[in-house]
């Protein structure tokens, strides 16, 4: 989950004021659980892979929060991501699994994450079907792509938007779908974005705003999850591979 943000026009173009860090100002978020904060530092040598210390909490949780964070850490690369992350704390959230708030950088994970579900490639969970990971690195891995989206600005450019047709047009929606969040104890509501119909998401979920699809397509890229792109998913993959993993894309061999 990533805050929802203010300020975009409806061609898509940023008129947000930049904060002194080149990060977007905007509001911050409101967890809707309440419980004990823990916070794991994630220090200055983390940006080399180097140690995370922690603070707090019953340690089983922390140790494995550590490794998980850990494990996202070395999928995603971490030139994307440098000062991104602040800080990981773990923090009852309700029924929100994760958040990144982009004023601070701090990222919260939500200690139910640690229970040992699982989500497969279809963003389920009940009954699993395809290739599946546990719900802590799903959603570690999806909170660090807000943050790199963040960063680098990857998750709002025209090129991004572009490929879901995401728009905010509230006068012309023909032609438009968007995400009605229905989940209990979730903002009740539709999303104020749109996206063209027929647009390719990773999950349903992915469809609430361009970030969250961003988020899920570099967290799919970063699990190995490329196989469920398809030929209309693929476009979205390529811009990662391209500016994320700076890696050449299949179009240009095509
Ligand atoms: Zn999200």
């Given at each position: 989950?990533?805050?929802?943000?203010?300020?975009?026009?409806?061609?898509?173009?940023?008129?947000?004021?930049?904060?002194?860090?080149?990060?977007?100002?905007?509001?911050?978020?409101?967890?809707?659980?309440?419980?004990?904060?823990?916070?794991?530092?994630?220090?200055?040598?983390?940006?080399?892979?180097?140690?995370?210390?922690?603070?707090?909490?019953?340690?089983?949780?922390?140790?494995?929060?550590?490794?998980?964070?850990?494990?996202?850490?070395?999928?995603?690369?971490?030139?994307?991501?440098?000062?991104?992350?602040?800080?990981?704390?773990?923090?009852?959230?309700?029924?929100?699994?994760?958040?990144?708030?982009?004023?601070?950088?701090?990222?919260?994970?939500?200690?139910?994450?640690?229970?040992?579900?699982?989500?497969?490639?279809?963003?389920?969970?009940?009954?699993?079907?395809?290739?599946?990971?546990?719900?802590?690195?799903?959603?570690?891995?999806?909170?660090?792509?807000?943050?790199?989206?963040?960063?680098?600005?990857?998750?709002?450019?025209?090129?991004?938007?572009?490929?879901?047709?995401?728009?905010?047009?509230?006068?012309?929606?023909?032609?438009?779908?968007?995400?009605?969040?229905?989940?209990?104890?979730?903002?009740?509501?539709?999303?104020?974005?749109?996206?063209?119909?027929?647009?390719?998401?990773?999950?349903?979920?992915?469809?609430?705003?361009?970030?969250?699809?961003f988020a899920d397509v570099v967290t799919y890229r970063a699990l190995g999850w490329t196989h469920v792109f398809?030929?209309?998913?693929?476009?979205?993959?390529?811009?990662?591979?391209?500016?994320?993993?700076?890696?050449?894309?299949?179009?240009?061999?095509?």
């Amino acid at each position: 989950m990533r805050p929802l943000s203010t300020g975009f026009g409806s061609d898509g173009a940023s008129t947000r004021h930049r904060g002194p860090r080149g990060r977007a100002w905007r509001r911050k978020p409101s967890p809707s659980g309440d419980g004990v904060v823990t916070e794991i530092i994630l220090d200055a040598g983390a940006a080399a892979g180097g140690d995370l210390t922690s603070h707090q909490m019953v340690m089983d949780t922390v140790t494995r929060a550590k490794m998980i964070v850990a494990q996202a850490w070395s999928l995603l690369p971490r030139a994307c991501l440098a000062g991104a992350v602040t800080k990981i704390r773990l923090q009852d959230l309700g029924a929100v699994h994760g958040q990144y708030d982009p004023d601070t950088g701090v990222l919260t994970l939500n200690p139910m994450l640690y229970d040992g579900r699982q989500i497969d490639d279809a963003g389920g969970a009940d009954p699993l079907r395809g290739p599946r990971v546990s719900r802590a690195l799903h959603t570690t891995l999806h909170e660090f792509s807000h943050a790199l989206g963040d960063a680098t600005g990857l998750d709002r450019r025209p090129a991004w938007l572009v490929l879901s047709g995401w728009v905010k047009d509230e006068q012309d929606a023909s032609g438009y779908g968007r995400y009605w969040e229905r989940r209990p104890g979730w903002d009740y509501g539709p999303s104020p974005w749109r996206y063209r119909h027929g647009s390719w998401f990773c999950r349903e979920y992915s469809s609430k705003t361009p970030y969250e699809d961003f988020a899920d397509v570099v967290t799919y890229r970063a699990l190995g999850w490329t196989h469920v792109f398809g030929q209309s998913g693929r476009p979205k993959l390529w811009y990662v591979n391209r500016h994320v993993w700076r890696e050449p894309d299949e179009a240009e061999q095509e």
